[in-house]
Nanobody
Framework: QVTLVESGGGLVQAGGSLKLSCAAS????????LGWFRQAPGEEREFVAA?????????YYAHSVQGRFTISRDNAKNTGFLQMNSLKPDDTAVYYC????????????????WGQGTQVTVSS
C-alpha cells in the first residue's frame, strides 16, 4: 500500500514555472514506477509523464509537454517531482501523481495508487 500526496500547485502566469511534488509513504517508493496525469475541467484525465524506478530508468512524456516538463524522483526522500516550465493556459488542470508496478507507462491502468491531486492554474 502506497499513499501519495501532491503539493506545489498554484496560480502562475503564462510562461512561468512550477514544481510539483509527490510525497509517498507506506511501501517502498523505489519499487514503484512513477507517473503524472492531469484533468482539465470537463475533460478526461490525460497522461503527462512517466519515470522508471530511478532517474536513469527511462522517461516518457506526452507530446504536449515534451521539452517543457521534466519528471524526476528522489528515492531517498520518497518523493517524486514534476518540473513545469514555459507554462501555457492549456496546462491548467488538476495534476495527479500515481505509482505502479507495470513499467514506464502512459495509461491509467498501469498505476495502482493515486494522490488526491493539486490544482495548477495558468493565466494568460
Amino acid at each position: 500500500q502506497v499513499t501519495l500526496v501532491e503539493s506545489g500547485g498554484g496560480l502562475v502566469q503564462a510562461g512561468g514555472s512550477l514544481k510539483l511534488s509527490c510525497a509517498a509513504s507506506g511501501a517502498a517508493f523505489s519499487s514503484y514506477y512513477l507517473g503524472w496525469f492531469r484533468q482539465a475541467p470537463g475533460e478526461e484525465r490525460e497522461f503527462v509523464a512517466a519515470l522508471g524506478l530511478n532517474n536513469g530508468g527511462g522517461t516518457y512524456y506526452a507530446h504536449s509537454v515534451q521539452g517543457r516538463f521534466t519528471i524526476s524522483r528522489d528515492n531517498a526522500k520518497n518523493t517524486g517531482f514534476l518540473q513545469m516550465n514555459s507554462l501555457k493556459p492549456d496546462d491548467t488542470a488538476v495534476y495527479y501523481c500515481a505509482a505502479g508496478r507495470v513499467g514506464v507507462a502512459g495509461i491509467e491502468t498501469a498505476y495502482d495508487y493515486w494522490g488526491q491531486g493539486t490544482q495548477v492554474t495558468v493565466s494568460s
